[in-house]
């Protein structure tokens, strides 16, 4: 069964970075097209973006030029790199298959970005 267990997150201030990683097990993320989430609160999850097998990524609008997804084929793992934060980042941070196994959400990485 795949897992998905993702780290990284923590408290930094508007304009600092930070780099999530997402562990996972029982599947190859080599074939697969990865993406990360997050959802604020009191609002719906939503797409940050995703990565297919051959290295193309999309981002959403508000993240464009910010964020960065990647892969390790070696470690089995996919990574956020997140630069020029802002407060509306703040949230809980998933990674899943895109689209989104509903059955298998890690806990999640919570990300705080102070003002």
């Known amino acids: 069964q795949v897992q998905f267990v993702e780290s990284g997150g923590g408290l930094v201030q508007a304009g600092g970075s930070l780099r999530l990683s997402c562990g996972v097990s029982g599947d190859t993320v080599s074939v697969k097209t990865m993406a990360w989430y997050r959802q604020a609160p009191g609002k719906q999850r939503e797409l940050v973006g995703f990565i297919l097998s051959g290295g193309y990524t999309q981002y959403a609008d508000a993240v464009k030029g910010r964020f960065t997804i990647s892969r390790d084929n070696a470690k089995n793992t996919v990574s956020l790199q997140m630069s020029s934060l802002r407060p509306e980042d703040t949230a809980v941070y998933y990674c899943?298959?895109?689209?989104?196994?509903?059955?298998?959400w890690g806990q999640g990485t919570q990300v705080t970005v102070s003002s």
């Open positions: 899943n298959y895109f689209p989104a196994l509903q059955s298998k």
